[in-house]
Nanobody, 121 residues
Framework: QVHLMESGGGSVQAEGSLRLSCTAS?????MAWFRQVPGKEREVIAS???????WYADSVKGRFTVSKDNAKKTLYLEMNMLKPEDSAMYYC??????????????????WGQGTQVTVSS
């Protein structure tokens, strides 16, 4: 069992920035960030296998950057130019296998508890 712990959420004004972190208690290979708003399905927004192989949802491409420090077992999400529609609960997820054929993780083995991001206009 791998435990994931997110940090870094909070409130910010539109066009601001936030950085989320997620530390794993054990080894994983594919890691990802999902987000969910009330009444909607949880959606994957970024996933990564190593330092350079990453996938992004169109909604965040060019504004968000996912990175991973394997030595620290930590996943990051740098979020820039935030919009009110980015407000959601953000979840870290991990999989001990590959992310998928297009690097998009759809079925994680493990989930974090979530961290809230609120963007005001």
């Amino acid at each position: 069992q791998v435990h994931l712990m997110e940090s870094g959420g909070g409130s910010v004004q539109a066009e601001g920035s936030l950085r989320l972190s997620c530390t794993a208690s054990g080894w994983t290979w594919c890691m990802a960030w999902f987000r969910q708003v009330p009444g909607k399905e949880r959606e994957v927004i970024a996933s990564i296998e190593d330092k350079s192989n990453a996938w992004y949802a169109d909604s965040v491409k060019g504004r968000f950057t996912v990175s991973k420090d394997n030595a620290k077992k930590t996943l990051y999400l740098e979020m820039n130019m935030l919009k009110p529609e980015d407000s959601a609960m953000y979840y870290c997820a991990a999989h001990q296998g590959v992310c998928g054929t297009d690097l998009r993780l759809v079925a994680p083995n493990y989930w974090g508890q979530g961290t809230q991001v609120t963007v005001s206009s």
